[in-house]
């Protein structure tokens, strides 16, 4: 079992910057990869970005390429998601979710099902 907890998120003006962090605890010899999903009501979550265990792999939703940027400290336990040109449609609920099996240095797919452990959620709404 991996617990994540969320923090970070607020309220920011259009074209802001956020930096949203993921600290993860449990399950001390497992190498999993960590991802990042939104959701906003009546819509499926939508997947951000993803990142390996050793973190030398990511991958980005087409949506906030070259916007967000994730990065991981293991040894702080913690998982970023740094966004800058927010837009008042990136308003939702942001989850950090982690995988059951080990990703040292490959990532697994964009799927919410792709990963087994998630956070509660922090709110992140962009005023215009």
């Known amino acids: 079992q991996v617990q994540l907890v969320e923090s970070g998120g607020g309220l920011v003006q259009d074209r802001g910057s956020l930096r949203l962090s993921c600290a993860t605890s449990?399950?001390?010899?497992?190498?999993?990869?960590v991802a990042w999903f939104r959701q906003t009501p009546g819509k499926e979550r939508e997947f951000l970005a993803t990142?390996?265990?050793?973190?030398?792999?990511?991958s980005y939703g087409d949506s906030v390429k070259g916007r967000f940027t994730i990065a991981r400290d293991n040894a702080k336990k913690t998982v970023s998601l740094q966004m800058s040109n927010l837009r008042p449609e990136d308003t939702a609920v942001y989850y950090c979710?982690?995988?059951?099996?080990?990703?040292?240095?490959?990532?697994?797919?964009?799927?919410?099902?792709?990963?087994?452990?998630w956070g509660q959620g922090t709110q992140v709404t962009v005023s215009s």
């Open positions: 979710a982690a995988t059951r099996g080990d990703y040292y240095s490959t990532i697994p797919g964009s799927e919410s099902n792709a990963y087994a452990y």
């Open positions: 449990g399950r001390p010899f497992s190498q999993y990869a």
């Open positions: 990142i390996s265990w050793s973190g030398s792999r990511t």
